[in-house]
């Protein structure tokens, strides 16, 4: 291959790698976490209360100094299922779990009491400095001994890192296939929260109200699964999941205070949305049936597990499970269409199965990737890195996608001066006294980045 040909290609490789804005915090082969001594780590192998294979991480939620991480209790040998690291710690890019809020709120009391953080998938925090924690209730679901404590959301206050409320859920809103694995929590007024619990298993939303500390139980046929979009396939591994209502994102408030839920079951190729007037009112939500409203396809093959709207930009992010990426579109536009969503990052090994995404208060994109598949159904390899954090300010996340913020119009002369600017200096160091070729060079570079963008 010529000195020209090479360059170009590697301007090509540039180019269409520009759309992945995000890097990589954290990542890990195995997690580890910060036991007491060497010696309780020691103990807790022996036993086998800690099998370091049998944790996975879930969920993330980042506030201030710290992020927070969930392992849940999968399999037998889980330590801690909520936990946190230290942002300001940069020592090492694979930090130990810190056991949230200690060690002592994830152990069995010797009365034989269920401890007081069973297995939460995934966790949110509010404007309000509390951390709310959806609790599945369930430990070792994948081996044949499997334990069930009541669901529930666990708040804690954020600034004390105190309990300041534990709800179980009622037992006529759990049903004998109830899984609740996501949350969504609106904080508009801190007196009155309100919570949006999941069920993927038994389609529905529980909604919890802090003011009144009560819940109710509200279901629609748009949280079920679609038979037609049940089958998977990631690295190799082809699976049917039934899930049922799973991503869920909230919109910042209109006028009257109310948000806009977007939702969609994680067996479907569809987005959804409510309004939340008429969830925090069970009557009112079975009085208005089409107040659910089908908002468009994300196409085939693009089943989607966690979703998130940041609130500043209107833009709901989510996975898209059997390609390896997360996806975006901007809440602003009437149309739910594939040429409206943007491609945020899409990698066959560093996002393989993106498990949570959150936006937090500096405005930072949040997402975890885990590899789930692939430990459920195969084996991981553990001398490969398997669990990623990644992170990218919100507007460099969107860049140069259809949910940029900037106008079309600035993004593609921009793209195209860029372009040229390339160009030119690609010439200038292969043939210094040549101008007849930079016209073939350029129009290939600029018509690669105008498909590039276009794809977005």
């Known amino acids: 291959m010529g000195s020209i040909e090479t360059l170009v290609l590697l301007q090509l490789v540039y180019i269409s790698s520009c759309m992945d804005q995000l890097h990589i915090v954290y990542e890990w082969k195995q997690l580890d976490f910060q036991f007491p001594s060497p010696e309780a780590r020691q103990l807790a192998l022996d036993a086998k209360g800690f099998i370091p294979e049998n944790n996975v991480p879930m969920g993330l939620e980042v506030y201030e100094d710290r992020l927070f991480v969930t392992v849940p209790r999968w399999r037998s040998g889980v330590p801690s299922s909520l936990n946190y690291i230290n942002l300001k710690d940069n020592s090492t890019r694979s930090p130990v779990l810190v056991p949230y809020p200690n060690w002592a709120a994830h152990s069995t009391g010797l009365d034989g009491k269920p401890p007081e953080i069973v297995s939460p998938y995934r966790v949110r925090a509010d404007r309000c400095g509390r951390l709310w924690v959806l609790d599945n209730g369930k430990i070792a ?48 007024d ?96 079975d009085d208005n049936f089409d107040a659910f409203k089908l908002l468009g396809s994300r196409g085939p093959n693009a089943q989607s597990s966690v979703s998130f709207v940041d609130r500043k930009t209107g833009v709901l ?36 199965y993106p498990t949570d995404i959150k936006v937090d208060y500096e405005d930072n994109l949040w997402i975890l990737s885990n590899r789930l598949p692939i430990w459920m159904y195969g084996k991981l390899d553990l001398n490969e890195v398997n669990f990623r954090v990644f992170s990218a300010p919100v507007v460099h996340a969107i860049s140069h996608t259809a949910c940029d913020i900037t106008p079309r119009s600035d993004i593609l002369e921009k793209f195209v001066n860029k372009a040229k600017n390339i160009t030119k200096d690609i010439v200038a160091k292969v043939k210094p006294n040549s101008s007849t070729t930079t016209k073939p060079i350029t129009v290939l570079l600029t018509l690669s980045c105008l498909v590039r963008f276009l794809a977005t």
């Open 141 to 188: 679901t994948l081996e044949s001994n499997t334990t069930k404590y009541p669901p529930s959301l666990i708040i804690y206050d954020l600034k004390t890192d105190n309990l300041l409320r534990k709800y179980v859920f009622p037992q006529d809103q759990v049903k004998e296939d109830s899984g609740f694995a996501n949350i969504a929590v609106e904080d508009t």
């Open 190 to 285: 801190c007196d009155k929260t309100y919570a949006y619990a999941g069920d993927l298993g038994k389609p529905a939303i529980v909604v919890y109200s802090w003011e009144k500390n009560d819940s109710w139980r509200i279901t629609h046929h748009y949280f079920n699964p679609d038979p037609l979009a049940c089958d998977f396939s990631v690295k190799g591994h082809n699976f049917s999941w039934t899930d049922a209502i799973f991503g869920l994102g909230l919109s910042a408030p209109n006028a009257d205070n109310f948000s806009t839920l977007y939702f969609h079951p994680m067996a479907s190729y569809n987005e959804f949305s409510v309004s939340t007037e008429y969830l925090r009112n069970q009557t009112v939500a």
């Open 317 to 352: 992010f989510y996975s898209l499970v059997n390609l390896n990426a997360v996806a975006c579109w901007r809440t602003s536009n009437n149309k739910y269409l594939m040429k409206n969503q943007g491609r945020i990052y899409m990698n066959e090994e560093t996002m393989v």
